[in-house]
């Protein structure tokens, strides 16, 4: 993987974020879990540039976001389907996610983890979370998505690190 200057990364959000899915890991190499995540953003605020994730307090993966001051943004082509799938839907509580096959993780200066085989890495250090309101909601289709009332919270981290294959 090589580097990528923050101020020269493109990416194409809509279909990244929006369309496609990407796996959240959080922790280090020896203790860490991962997610598949559909819900994200990536802009700029405190003259930063900022990924914002969002994580719901029941998955196991809130418990290493809570605990670790990292996180990084695994973006993968579609021949990865299968690992994002399993991500998405099987909980580290319940199967050995670091013991996958097909994906590598990669230590980050023991702060955080990456996997080798993701197109593109985005390494993150979490500034300020944010737990979603449900009394700001000004458009209340948007409860249709809590039907169990577990609203996200949500990580800001600064963007530190991008890479790409």
């Not at 097909?102 to 979370?129: Q, S």
Request: with cysteine; glycine share 4%; charged share 25%.
């Amino acid at each position: 993987m090589r580097e990528v200057n923050i101020n020269n990364f493109s990416i194409r959000i809509f279909e990244s974020i929006g369309k496609d899915a990407f796996i959240l890991a959080s922790g280090n190499l020896n203790h860490h879990n991962c997610m598949t995540v559909g819900w994200a953003s990536l802009g700029y605020l405190w003259r930063r540039p900022i990924a914002f994730v969002y994580v719901r307090p029941q998955r196991y993966t809130y418990q290493f976001m809570e605990k670790y001051d990292y996180f990084s943004l695994n973006f993968f082509k579609q021949e990865f389907n299968d690992v994002l799938q399993l991500c998405g839907t099987q909980s580290g509580r319940d199967i050995n996610k670091m013991k996958l096959e097909r994906i590598t993780p990669v230590d980050y200066e023991g702060k955080a983890i990456y996997y080798n085989e993701a197109k593109t890495v985005v390494l993150c250090k979490k500034i300020f979370f944010q737990d979603i309101d449900p009394k700001n909601l000004l458009d209340n289709s948007v409860l249709n998505f809590y039907p169990f009332n577990d609203f996200h919270r949500i990580y800001y981290g600064e963007v530190i690190k991008i890479y790409e294959k």
